[in-house]
């Protein structure tokens, strides 16, 4: 029998390698199966510390594009079964399945990505080529069609770079496992020969590993609304020209659309296609809007603040003491997670040195989604060996539940984590977990953590709020609290 894999052990917890060293290195450790909310950030190549990324994989970039551009003209140029040969070189080109072996991307499942399907190539290709047709030779006017085309986001982008960089991230993975002494193997890949290493789980794949600074955080919303408030910015700031009356004109509609959009809170999917009839009908709108998308850079993700919790996993192993959720009942399913999740309330609101480290940045504690990972890590291991199966963002129907414990069908506790920072909780604890409840079938109880950060009077307050709405509403859901708080003094993990 194949040996036992945590679904969130980090890389470097698998190798048996410190963390530090991977973050010294630069080297994103992240779990091995469970997509991390990240994407490769395509703007950011060319400032890579790597020159691998900065000079050729940055180089492999425009090029691609420059030559997918080059192909959609002369296709536009032919007819009839050549016209038709043509296209499909366009379509194959965009063509961009998930790679695996990167650990990146919206899902929350497993790592296995949609990709760039024909369906997605063909919109892409579809939405050029009325574009050129109007007159724009701009290779950049994908930037533009990535942005405005429904359901085209971060990951999609991060699918089509890793394809056009996948010789980069190969060398650099090569490189990498060498330096670190890790077992590869071979493998061919765009007739081309490596030695990496296999992928820990998926079994057919390699593992890619990646820098740090080529990788940003998968927007929760469109980057639609960044783009053009800045594209209304630049537009108060400049003053018109004279002698281009036609531009003034585009750009005045273009901000037209953003304003309106505000006052009649219009979706994205309407924004987006007003934008395209315009671009569509007006070539000179495509370079307005390129120029602020160039000018709408995501900041890039503070990794050594880490807010967010990314390297969570890679730090909660370093210190943690597998011994305190040992001696565990066994025999009782609800008993089982009802001790692991008191053991964990307790083992954080007691172990100060260890949340400092964990949950605090410079004294300032990090956002939910980190409180979120260490209780993944902390209860992952001990419920997956006792057959219990640990589901994060489980979809209700309504919307996902943070966690979500089952052994089949027929038995399901749900979870949700919220800190007293979050102005939500109250309504999380009354309608959102209720909801969820009320959604998913078999579920025999449920848990509401709230984090208590608060070092004043306000705590009891918030407490007693969620006391009294349990005792208003009827809930049988059960609350946990934990002191999130920190004493003034600092220490260290010991």
Request: hydrophobic share 35%; proline share 5%; with cysteine.
């Amino acid at each position: 029998m194949a040996a036992y894999i945590s679904k969130i052990i980090p890389l470097s917890k698998y190798y048996n390698i410190d963390p530090d060293i991977f973050e010294k290195k630069g080297i994103l450790n992240i779990p091995l199966t469970a997509d991390a909310p990240l994407f490769i950030d395509p703007q950011l190549l060319e400032s890579s510390t790597y020159p691998i990324f900065s000079e050729d994989a940055w180089d492999n970039y425009k090029k691609f594009f420059q030559l997918l551009l080059h192909t959609i003209i002369a296709a536009n140029k032919l007819e009839g079964a050549l016209k038709s040969r043509a296209i499909k070189k366009a379509t194959r080109l965009l063509l961009a399945p998930e790679q695996k072996g990167l650990c990146l991307g919206y899902s929350t499942q497993n790592n296995k990505g949609r990709g760039i399907g024909p369906a997605r190539a063909k919109q892409i290709l579809d939405s050029a080529i009325e574009i050129i047709k109007h007159g724009t030779i701009d290779p950049d006017l994908f930037s533009v069609i990535f942005l405005l085309e429904e359901g085209f986001g971060g990951d999609c982008i991060s699918d089509l770079t890793a394809k056009i960089i996948l010789p980069q991230l190969c060398e650099f993975t090569q490189a990498i496992a060498c330096e670190l002494k890790i077992q590869t193997q071979s493998y061919i890949i765009k007739n081309k020969h490596y030695m990496l290493p296999q992928h820990p789980i998926e079994k057919d794949c390699y593992l890619l590993f990646v820098p740090v600074d080529i990788v940003n955080k998968l927007p929760t919303e469109t980057n639609l609304h960044g783009v053009l408030r800045t594209f209304l910015s630049n537009f108060q700031h400049t003053p018109p020209q004279s002698n281009d009356s036609l531009r003034d004109n585009i750009n005045q509609q273009i901000a037209d659309i953003w304003i309106n959009s505000l006052r009649e809170n219009q979706s994205d999917r309407a924004i987006k296609n007003i934008l395209k009839q315009l671009i569509y009908k007006e070539p000179i709108a495509v370079n307005s809007v390129i120029t602020a998308v160039e000018r709408t850079d995501l900041p890039p993700i503070n990794f050594e603040t880490d807010l967010d919790g990314f390297n969570i996993a890679a730090k909660f192993y370093k210190y943690f003491d597998p011994s305190v959720i040992s001696g565990i009942n066994k025999q009782n399913k609800l008993k089982t997670i009802d001790e692991l999740l008191k053991r964990f309330q307790k083992y954080m609101s007691d172990h100060t040195d260890y949340k400092r480290y964990l949950l605090y940045t410079d004294g300032k504690h990090k956002n939910e989604h980190a409180w979120q990972q260490t209780f993944n890590c902390y209860i992952d291991d001990s419920l997956r060996r006792l057959d219990i199966d640990i589901t994060p963002e489980f979809p209700t129907g309504r919307g996902p539940v943070d966690f979500k414990f089952s052994e089949g069908e027929t038995f399901k506790v749900l979870v949700e984590i919220k800190l007293s920072t979050n102005p939500q909780y109250l309504s999380g604890f009354t309608k959102q977990l209720e909801i969820y409840k009320n959604a998913t079938n078999n579920v025999k109880k449920a848990y509401f953590i709230f984090v208590d950060l608060s070092k004043d009077e306000k705590s009891t307050d918030q407490l007693q709020k969620l006391l009294q709405l349990k005792k208003d509403y009827g809930l049988d859901t059960e609350i946990l609290v934990i002191d999130g708080t920190l004493p003034d003094s600092a220490s260290k993990v010991h």
